[in-house]
C-alpha cells in the first residue's frame, strides 16, 4: 500500500485512540512522519478531525492490530482489498485539463510562447497549456479582450506544463522547421567562383570603353587646337 489509508490523519487519529501501537507503527501504516502522530497524540495536529476505524472500511483487520500491539517492530499489512476497481483509462482527446486557479494566466503563457518559440504550432500550444485555437489567433492578433494587460510569463513557471513538455514540443517543432525553410527559400545563391567570372568581362569592357572615350576626347582636343593654329596663320 504504496499510498497509505484512505484519510490517513484521520485514520492515525482512530488507531492513537483507539489501540496502543507505536507512533512508528502507525506513521509507517498511513504514511505520515512519527512526529505528526506524536502531535495527533498531544492535540496539537489533527485538531478537530474524526477518527476513521480502518477496520470497518476494510483497510486493516483486528488481527492484523493485534499482531501489531504485541510486537513493537512489527508493521501493519493493509487488509486485501475483495473489491476490484476497474482501471481507468485516460484520453489524450481534447485540451489539457487547467486547474481553474490558474486559468487566468493561460493568456500570459500563451503570449510568452508566441514570442519566444514562434515555431511552435497552435495545436502544440494547446498541448502545452490547455487553450482553444481561437485564443492563440486573439493573442497574435492582438484581439483578445485582455490583450492590453497581458505580460508574457513562462509557463512552465505558472505551473501550467513541465520543462520536459516544453522542450519535447520546441524540439520537435525545431526538427520540422528546416524542410519547411528549404521549401521556401527558392534558388540558392551562385558560388563565388560563378559570380565573380561573370563580372569580370564586364570590367574588362568597362576598362575598354573608359579607354576608348579618353582616346576620342584627345582626338578632339588637339583637332580643335589644329585648327585654332590654321585660323591665326590665315589671319597673318
Known sequence: MSQGPLMPKATAVWLVENTSLAFEQIADFCKLHPLEVKGIADGEVAAGIKGLDPVSTGQLTRDEIEKAQKAPHYKLKPAVSKVKLPEVKRTTKGPRYTPLSRRQDRPNAILWLLRNHPELKDSQIIRLVGTTKSTIQQIRERTHWNSGSLQPMDP?????????????????????????????????????????????????????????????????????LKGRHQDEDDEE
Do not use: C, M, Y
Open 156 to 224: 512552465v513557471t505558472l505551473g501550467l506544463t513541465t520543462q520536459i513538455n516544453l522542450d519535447f514540443e520546441v524540439q520537435r517543432a525545431a526538427a520540422d522547421r528546416p524542410a519547411a525553410i528549404a521549401a521556401e527559400s527558392g534558388a540558392s545563391l551562385l558560388p563565388a567562383e560563378v559570380s565573380t567570372a561573370r563580372d569580370e568581362p564586364d570590367h574588362e569592357h568597362e576598362d575598354a570603353h573608359g579607354g576608348r572615350e579618353e582616346r576620342i576626347d584627345a582626338d578632339s582636343v588637339f583637332a580643335k
